[in-house]
């Protein structure tokens, strides 16, 4: 089984890109809306939550993990391998993905995401392995914005405001998994500007490390830390047509 980490609803949009890849995989996914959102908190924090969020999910049977929360990149190798013994084959994450997907690319690329993963450095040092120098772009409030469903024109403020001054790149890197949920914002703000949303690539890279070891019943049950109708009126908008449940953690 797969399991999925996120602060909450953000990483639907990868589930919903890895369940085109991976339609029979049997998938678990956790929701850490309790202590949403991760984007302001600091190094050690994420830490904490993400080591506790995955022991969740281990607990659970989950064998295979895609930590699809771009704050908590940073903290996978001082805390997940340590604490739960996971193999690097068996864990994909958010940032790897992506910059070999972009590594041949001509365009200037710049990443938008949270202070959190802005601040880590992890984006730029990743691009700069590849020979790549990349703009950085922290948006301030947006993910939780978007996690607690905001008005359009609020979360349409947060992107003007990170995007001020700001026009030396050809190519935006949704680095925040929250972030395509407010694709049509992004359009809006930045009409000439191509936007790259990394779930594809993550789910692509889990179909060729986890396929076919996890065929299974298609199977989707999600764990939330906190009760939220807006995570479930998303999960329903987003997977129309497949059974799923959804547990509430006490």
């Known amino acids: 089984m797969i399991g999925m980490f996120d602060s909450g609803v953000g990483g639907l949009t990868v589930l919903r890109s890895i369940r085109q890849y991976l339609p029979s995989a049997d998938i ?11 984007g302001s908190k600091s190094r050690e924090e994420l830490s904490v939550l993400l080591v506790a969020g995955l022991k969740v999910l ?14 908590v990149s940073a903290s996978l190798a001082i805390s997940l391998f340590d604490a739960l ?3 690097p084959a068996h864990l994909i994450e958010m940032v790897g993905p992506t910059v070999a997907a972009l590594r041949d690319s001509p365009e200037r690329i710049a990443v938008c995401a949270t202070p959190a993963t802005i601040r880590s450095g992890i984006y730029a040092d990743a691009f700069r392995m590849v020979g790549k120098e990349i703009q950085n772009i922290a948006i301030e409030g947006l993910a939780g914005a978007i996690e607690f469903g905001a008005p359009e024109a609020e979360i349409k403020k947060h992107i003007e405001g990170a995007f001020t001054g700001k026009s030396d790149f050809d190519l935006l890197v949704l680095g925040c998994t929250h972030y395509p949920l407010a694709i049509e914002a992004f359009g809006t703000v930045l009409p000439d500007v191509k936007i790259f949303d990394p779930a594809e690539a993550v789910a692509i ?21 906190k009760e939220s109708q807006r995570f479930r009126d998303l ?16």
């Open 28 to 38: 678990l996914y956790f929701g850490d809306i309790k202590n949403a959102p991760y």
């Open 58 to 71: 281990h607990e659970r049977g989950a064998e295979k993990i895609v930590s699809a929360c771009n704050s």
């Open 85 to 87: 013994e996971i193999a």
């Open 205 to 225: 890279r889990a179909r060729r490390q986890f396929w076919p070891q996890e065929v299974g019943d298609a199977r989707t049950h999600f764990l939330i830390s």
């Open 235 to 250: 999960t329903s908008s987003l997977f129309p047509n497949q059974k799923y449940t959804v547990e509430v953690l006490e």
